[in-house]
């Protein structure tokens, strides 16, 4: 047998009748069982590895799921997910009909809070504790949550308020000493010189705080963690539990290269090597783009600096830090900060790029409303990951930010086709606008091998005509314009295409022109159908009382799940061949 005592657990009740003697062989057993299917199946990887004993412990102390266990983020769930029913069909993680990547209440009473975006783990624990108080009931409550996310506004304010709450609350500290990129702040440094003991004579942070603070301690020693849970158990209110873990822990590679083991795609699950590099050369990475672009930029304007809240590797911003530590910043999970930081600075005459997952900066909405746009200060935002990320899922698609943003004044909304055009945007951004600006790319490589063209400026609300036709216009925006025009040179459709660019100032002039020689408009978009570009010609069409007829194409009003992005394109209709069915019934 493969997995003679994972094979005995189905729930965590089967794991609470091993002998505690036991559970030490079945640390490693969780361990191989998760490094197999990940080699294979790809995911997140260091964090769930990093936390194999503790969650084990958790399982084993606590009545789950009576006991009510909250992850932070969820990339490190794979061991809980295993041990709570799924090991099954764990082999189908992040598949389109498969199981989630990160907790979902829809898929297991275990998962108490559904995750994705960190630091939520604390608040929401917090409210079932108040909860379970006010029904006079008695549970515990467990947030684990990790260093880089403990950082976090949201988590400070969850601390806040549960230091003067009598709620029955465990906090977890799941400290590595690493988010996806090396932990940074001050509050990484207090919690290295706790680890090292240095704190002698110094007030406890989180005992500041009113928190019963125990730790640090070693977060792979099952007896001491069982036994530290135990008492934790037999305690009340606010407490917080220190634990010192390595992320990655018991695959050599992935301890040593904890970045790129994070996630690190398939490997080798006995050598822990990743696949040879191919010698292909390919198309880079819009994240690539913008990181050489930026640095490119900031060599000959020394106003330029960078800011990414915690995902220097994955923005590539990483690019720029490294040539230019002065003037390009990691500011930890804190996209709020970044927005308010970034505005700061333009008050200052810098010139800042502020880079974010499409889908964090819906943590910041009200700075970009409040901070930026009310006051006109032209903060670039360079937005990442937009459109369908794939096998990430709900919490992660960037999918609402066409539409989140159109409703804001003052605000350019710009979308480039293809590498080149974000390469000029980013040029056009930095030579000075009385506006901010946010443009939005997807997750992955461009199509363009020689996309180092020299810069050209592009007038701000300008589209522009990729083909012309007549009768039908096909009016897209963004990277998925690139499909449209390969399908329209592909199928040799006489038709008009406009790779709208700019969302907003939208370029009115020039969809008069099509309003005037068209008799149908499909609209193609990878976000939100509602609010976005479908509906912007729309609301465009009513006024000037167009006669013709618009058919809206784009992500429908629904969470779309997780999957490859080819099969979530197609689910949503925003494919090839959907494209082609739709205007083959107009023409
Ligand atoms: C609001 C938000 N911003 C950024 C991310 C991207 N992200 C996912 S995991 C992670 C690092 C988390 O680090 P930590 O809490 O220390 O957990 P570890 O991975 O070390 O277990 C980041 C930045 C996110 N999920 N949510
Ligand atoms: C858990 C999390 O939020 C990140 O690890 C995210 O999965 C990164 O996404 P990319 O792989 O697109 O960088
Ligand atoms: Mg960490």
Same mark, same amino acid.
């Given at each position: ?50 936390? /194999? ?5 958790? $399982?084993?102390?606590? =009545? ?11 990339? =490190? ?39 994705? $975006? ?24 467990? %947030? ?16 806040? $308020?549960?230091? /003067? ?23 990484? =440094? ?11 004579? =110094? ?85 690539? &783009? ?65 880079? #974010? ?41 960037? &999918? ?18 293809? %590498? ?63 499909? &449209? ?11 008009? $295409? ?38 912007? &010609? ?14 809206? #194409?784009? #992500?429908?009003?629904?969470? #779309? ?27």
């Amino acid at each position: 047998m493969a997995y003679p005592l994972l094979d005995r657990i189905d729930t965590p009740e089967d794991l609470r009748r091993f002998r505690e003697s036991e559970l030490k062989d079945l640390a490693p057993e969780l361990r191989r069982f998760i490094i197999d299917i990940i080699s294979e199946k790809e995911g997140h990887l260091g964090a769930s590895l990093g936390v /194999v004993e503790l969650t084990i412990a958790l $399982h084993y102390v606590f =009545q789950t799921p009576r006991d009510l266990l909250v992850w932070d983020v969820g990339h =490190q769930a794979y061991g809980h997910k295993i041990l709570t029913g799924r090991k099954n069909v764990f082999h189908t993680n992040r598949d389109l009909g498969g199981i989630s990547g990160f907790p979902k209440r829809r898929e297991s009473v275990y998962d108490t809070f559904g995750v994705g $975006h960190s630091s939520t783990s604390i608040s929401a624990a917090l409210g079932m504790a108040m909860a379970t108080a006010l029904k006079n009931d008695s549970r515990k409550h467990i %947030a684990v949550i990790g260093d880089a996310s403990i950082a976090s506004g949201m988590a400070f304010e969850a601390l806040n $308020h549960a230091g /003067v709450s009598n709620a029955d609350l465990l906090v977890v500290l799941n400290d590595n000493a690493i988010g996806i990129d090396p932990s940074v702040g001050a509050l990484k =440094q207090y919690l290295t010189r706790t680890k090292s003991g240095n704190e002698t004579g =110094q007030e406890n942070l989180f005992e500041a705080l009113n928190f019963d603070y125990y730790g640090p301690i070693d977060g792979h020693d099952l007896d001491k963690l069982i036994h530290e849970l135990e008492r934790q158990k037999n305690l009340k209110g606010p407490r917080l539990l220190h634990v010192r873990t390595t992320k990655g822990k018991g695959l050599q590679q992935a301890e040593q290269d904890q970045v790129k083991y994070h996630a690190p795609g398939r490997f080798d699950k006995i050598t822990g090597e990743l696949p040879p590099k191919n010698g292909d050369k390919l198309p880079p990475k819009y994240q690539e &783009v913008f990181g050489e672009t930026i640095l490119e930029l900031a060599k000959v304007n020394e106003k330029i600096v960078g800011i990414t809240p915690a995902m220097p590797t994955g923005s590539s911003l990483k690019i720029m830090m490294e040539a230019m530590p002065d003037r390009a910043f990691d500011v930890g999970i804190a996209e709020q900060h970044a927005v308010t930081l970034a505005a700061g600075m333009v008050t200052q005459g810098l010139v800042p790029f502020c880079t #974010i997952y499409s889908t964090f900066l819906q943590r910041a909405y009200d700075q970009v409303i409040h901070d930026v746009a009310l006051q006109k200060l032209p903060v670039i935002f360079c937005l990442d990951r937009a459109g369908l990320v794939g096998k990430d899922g709900a919490t992660h698609h960037g &999918v609402f930010d066409l539409a989140y943003l159109n409703l804001i004044p003052d605000l350019i909304i710009a979308a480039p086709m293809d %590498a080149v055009e974000l390469r000029n945007l980013m040029f056009t951004a930095s030579q000075g606008l009385d506006l901010p600006i946010a443009m939005r790319y997807p997750r992955g490589r461009c199509n363009i091998l020689d996309w180092k063209m020299p810069f050209q400026q592009i007038p701000i609300g300008e589209s522009r005509f990729l083909s012309k036709g007549s009768k039908v216009a096909l009016i897209s925006i963004g990277t998925i314009g690139s499909m &449209v025009q390969d399908l329209i040179e592909s199928e040799k459709l006489s038709i008009t $295409h406009l790779d709208a660019r700019f969302l907003k100032p939208f370029d009115v002039k020039v969809l008069k022109q099509i309003f005037s020689s068209h008799d149908h408009i499909v609209t193609i978009e990878d976000g939100t159908e509602i609010g976005g570009l479908g509906d912007t &010609v729309l609301g465009l069409a009513s006024q000037l009382s167009y006669q013709g007829s618009i058919h809206k #194409i784009g #992500i429908p009003d629904q969470f #779309i799940e997780h999957g490859s992005t080819a099969d979530l394109h197609k689910m949503a209709g925003i494919d090839r061949e959907s494209l082609l069915i739709k205007i083959k019934s107009l023409i």
